[in-house]
């Protein structure tokens, strides 16, 4: 059992008027620079499209797009000053309920084991000619992918350690706490993001890297649920006996975790300990994929766009 919350708003009748459907819309136009490729993009109907625009801005009181004139197609859509400015108050609103919701549901119901999550963020992108976790991935910073496949309610916290002040600035904006720090190894990054839980004293604790954007929120829900159910084994994600990436470990290995070789990690420690590992198989070998280069990116950004997710949900107003 665990919490879920969905986020809409509602007109001065009670009706639904915006929420996560005409979000990704209005991302996709921005992204796109079309109204028409958006909608395509999320399966929808051109008039779908239309219509919850023209809904949204009749409530709103402003525009939400406005034409271009020119370039390659003759023109297209791009976002009004006020609706980036919406967007990102509605984010953060969602996103604060989603925080909520999980603190009410830990406070009155939870009474089994805990699961924290450290989100390892300190990559420095040499490979990739930059910080990757910032590069825009469909309409957002590659980060978002982490953040938003790790949203289940299952996690007692989530801490982003990062070597990137804009890292840091941007998980504030969500209400993530973050670890900014110098040092060089990953064996640190493990390290400091348990130092960050130790006043929790989670009984388990998910180490999961924020550079596979095909990661799944419900592959995550299927590892946290594995390990709540039996919380003595270490759990690793795999893919038709292929390992990777995220892993969960009980609290008895933090004392080895914290004492990692340099930039070793978790995959260190399960390695002394074959016997106690439990596979958790994904739902494709995609979502075990990190980028490295601008190669990767390329190549996953287009597999991301092919699975999206329809849109015939009922977060669509």
Known sequence: MYPTTRVFLRDDNGDKFFGE???????????????????QEMDMAYT??????????????FPLTERTIGGKGGGGSRLTSQAKDFIRKYEAYRDACYQANREFYRQIFENGP??????????LGQRFGGNKLLADFCGRPLIHSALSATDTGLFTRRVVVTRHAEITTLCGELGIPTVLHSFPYRSDTVRLGLEALEKDSPDGCMFCA?????????????????????PEFIYRLSFDGTPGNPLIFPKKYYPELKKLPQDKGGAYVAGLHPGQVRYVEASSPWELKDIDTRED???????????????????LP
């Open 210 to 230: 924020c550079d596979q954007p095909l990661l799944s929120r419900k592959t995550i829900e299927k590892m946290a649920q594995a390990f709540l159910e039996q």
């Open 114 to 123: 805990s699961l924290a999550c450290v989100l390892m963020a300190s990559g």
């Open 48 to 61: 779908k499209a239309m219509y919850l625009l023209k809904r949204a801005e009749e409530v709103l009181g």
């Open 21 to 39: 459907g005409p979000c990704r819309l209005l991302k996709g136009i921005e992204r796109t620079g079309s109204l028409r490729a958006a909608a």
């Open 297 to 315: 990116f390329e190549t996953l950004e287009k597999q991301y766009l092919i699975t999206l997710p329809s849109p015939q949900s009922p977060d």
